[in-house]
Structures are given as structure tokens and as C-alpha cells.
């Protein structure tokens, strides 16, 4: 299978723990990218990375989200000292051309739910 | 401040009528918009697009039309099919914002009844 993987498909945790989702891109695409998606809302843009680069991260929700992407290859999402607002599904994307359709690939997701 | 909007939470069609999605936006600086269809418990997967300097994208059953003017696009089915049925997304990417992450509508839920 050579499109994006995210795991773990769904993480359950108690309220103060830290948690981590893991992407692997489609292999030749440098760009990814991390959104989060709570019920009823469309998609919504929290940070990216070109190459191993971390260009945008004002999004990120607050200082308890942070994003690796070390050699830039896969990516990491960690969570610390979670909430119950942040039960959500947390969806990894990427791509590669920059002038193209504007197309991203996005995984399956990683749903969190925290009690 | 929503730049990306979808008025119809849910729409209902018969099979293998026309099936209408509509988006609207306010940022002049988009220059590509797509649609994305979503099933529960997967991520969104692409399924058509337009550049902001064309008026109508049309691929097998789906096309996309596009109103500048107005900051509308629209999303045609037909015939619609059962297997359509799924939340659809519109996005818009700016190429300004550096990134060109895209941003979404709330989605619209889509019911195609055989």
C-alpha cells in the first residue's frame, strides 16, 4: 500500500496523559501536513512541514501540540497533558507539487478520545 | 471567520437524479478549489478540482463549475448513485499563505436513496 498511514487508527487515554500519532507519507512527497477534524466541521489546518522543515506552526492549538518530522520522512503528533476538547480525529496529509491541482492525500486519520 | 462555506449541512436525492453541492467562499487569493468525499472512520479522498482562471471542470459523473463573481462553486452529480452517498467537502487553497494547505467547508452529507 503506497498511500499515507497514520496509526494508531484510534487511541483511547484519560484526561492529563500525552499521546502520540505517527504518519508515514507517500514516499516521494515532501510536503505533510497535520489537520484536525471535530464533529460537524470540515478539516482544519494546524501545522506543516516541507522536507524536515516545520514552516507553519502558529496553528498548532495550543503548547501542548508539537510536530516532528525528523530526516523528513514520517511525522509525529504529540499531545501533552491532554483535555477532553481534544477528542478528535487527526487526519495526516501530503503532497508534492506545488503547482499542481492543489491536491493533498490525506490517511485514514487517528481518532483520540480522551476521558 | 469562515472563508470557506457550505450552507447545506445534509441533502437527500433519488438515484440517479441530479445530485447539486454548493460552496462559497470570501478569500480572492484561492486559486485552486477541490472536493473531497468522506466516509465514516476514513480519511478524505480527492475528487475533483478547479483552478480559479477556469469556469467548469467535468470528469465521468462529476463536475465542477465555478462563478468567480459570485465566490461560488458548485458540484454536479449525475446520475447519482447509491454508493455516493458520503459527506463532501469543499476546500480552497490559497498559494499566497506559503504553505498551501487547503481550507475547508463544514461539509455537506449526501444521501442518495435507491
Known amino acids: 500500500d503506497t498511500g499515507v498511514s497514520q496509526n494508531p487508527r484510534h487511541k483511547i487515554t484519560k484526561r492529563g496523559q500525552n499521546v502520540t500519532f505517527r504518519c508515514d507519507p507517500i514516499?516521494?512527497?515532501?510536503?505533510l501536513y497535520w489537520y484536525r477534524q471535530t464533529l460537524g466541521q470540515g478539516p482544519e489546518f494546524l501545522t506543516y512541514?516541507?522536507?524536515?522543515?516545520?514552516l507553519e506552526k502558529s496553528r498548532l492549538l495550543s503548547d501542548r501540540f508539537s510536530a516532528e518530522r525528523p530526516k523528513g520522512s514520517f511525522s509525529t503528533l504529540e499531545i501533552q497533558r491532554t483535555e477532553q476538547g481534544d477528542s478528535a480525529m487527526y487526519l495526516c496529509?501530503?503532497?508534492?507539487?506545488?503547482w499542481g491541482t492543489g491536491e493533498l492525500f490525506f490517511g485514514e486519520g487517528s481518532r483520540l478520545t480522551v476521558l | 471567520d469562515q472563508q470557506v462555506k457550505q450552507n447545506s449541512p445534509s441533502l437527500s436525492v433519488q438515484e440517479g437524479r441530479i445530485s447539486i453541492l454548493n460552496c462559497d467562499y470570501t478569500?480572492?487569493?484561492?486559486?485552486?478549489f477541490l472536493w473531497y468525499k468522506k466516509y465514516p472512520a476514513e480519511g478524505p479522498t480527492f475528487l475533483i478540482s478547479?483552478?480559479?482562471?477556469?469556469d467548469k471542470n467535468e470528469d465521468g459523473r462529476f463536475t465542477v463549475f465555478l462563478n468567480k463573481s459570485a465566490k461560488h462553486l458548485s458540484l454536479h452529480i449525475v446520475p447519482s448513485q447509491p454508493g455516493d452517498s458520503a459527506v463532501y467537502f469543499c476546500?480552497?487553497?490559497?498559494?499566497?499563505?506559503?504553505?498551501?494547505?487547503?481550507?475547508f467547508g463544514k461539509g455537506t452529507k449526501l444521501s442518495v436513496i435507491p
Open positions: 478569500n480572492s487569493m484561492f486559486d485552486y
Open positions: 496529509a501530503s503532497s508534492l507539487e506545488l
Open positions: 478547479i483552478s480559479s482562471i477556469k
Open positions: 512541514f516541507q522536507n524536515e522543515a516545520q
Open positions: 476546500a480552497a487553497r490559497d498559494s499566497g499563505a506559503g504553505s498551501y494547505q487547503l481550507t
Open positions: 514516499s516521494e512527497h515532501n510536503r
